[in-house]
């Protein structure tokens, strides 16, 4: 079976340090791979996506995220955060031959603290 | 541009009742998703329509939940006989559709509470 697991539930940065949310993935062949974000209250916004090609995949707001194939990781990445990134952030995997459904995460909190 | 919109925002309602939500897809796009997402958890993938048509209804958990597409553009997720075990938020989201990858962007969801 396809899944995703965002092995923190919680990851705590402080104001201008780097951050990582960890993602790893479970498909049987080539995966499609999403990051998206949660506000309190609000729907997911799309922040990025690795299709194929350059396994490090910049998207919104200063993210990026590497895909690694032989550790079946796409860990989502910032080289300094801001206290107003501080949300929900969930991984998700486009199921292969399971029409364009998305399997996501159990979604991992990010506190910025200044 | 538009995103996608749904209403209610906020729906009440009793247990044994029947709810209607609303999705207003992004203009163009041909393909729209119906998620749940529940408490401290992912969404989960409920119904995925291209078209008109429900190309995979297989996330939809019994009989109580029904969607119909039928002119392409605004959705409507049906449930019968609500239960307590119903209440979660419900997202929408849609995306250009045809190619695989594609993005699929986010409505603000409706958030159902059954009492």
């Known amino acids: 079976a396809q899944s995703v697991a965002q092995p923190e539930d919680q990851v705590n940065v402080a104001e201008g340090n780097p951050l990582t949310v960890k993602c790893t993935y479970s498909v049987s062949g080539n995966p499609y791979l999403f990051w998206y974000v949660q506000y309190p209250n609000r729907g997911l916004q799309f922040l990025l996506k690795?299709?194929?090609?350059?396994?490090l995949v910049k998207g919104s707001y200063g993210f990026e995220a590497e895909f690694n194939k032989s550790q079946t990781s796409f860990h989502l990445k910032k080289p300094s955060a801001l206290v107003s990134d501080s949300a929900l952030y969930f991984c998700?995997?486009?199921?292969?031959?399971?029409?364009?459904?998305?399997?996501f995460g159990a979604g991992t909190i990010l506190r910025v603290k200044s | 541009g538009a995103g996608v919109s749904q209403t209610p925002s906020n729906k009440v309602t009793e247990k044994g009742k029947y709810v209607e939500l609303r999705c207003d897809p992004i203009?163009?796009?041909?393909?729209l998703y119906w998620y749940r997402q529940s408490l401290g958890q992912g969404p989960e993938f409920l119904i995925y329509?291209?078209?008109?048509?429900?190309?995979?209804d297989s996330g939809l958990p019994n009989d109580r939940f029904f969607a119909v597409r039928p002119e392409g553009s605004v959705s409507t997720l049906k449930i019968q006989r609500t239960e307590r075990g119903d209440s979660a938020v419900y997202l929408c989201?849609?995306?250009?559709?045809?190619?695989?990858?594609?993005?699929?962007?986010f409505g603000p969801g409706t958030r159902l509470l059954v009492l």
């Open positions: 203009s163009g796009h041909t393909a």
């Open positions: 329509f291209q078209g008109t048509g429900a190309a995979d």
């Open positions: 989201a849609s995306s250009r559709g045809g190619a695989r990858g594609e993005t699929q962007y």
């Open positions: 690795y299709i194929t090609g350059d396994n």
């Open positions: 998700a995997v486009r199921v292969p031959h399971g029409g364009d459904k998305l399997v």
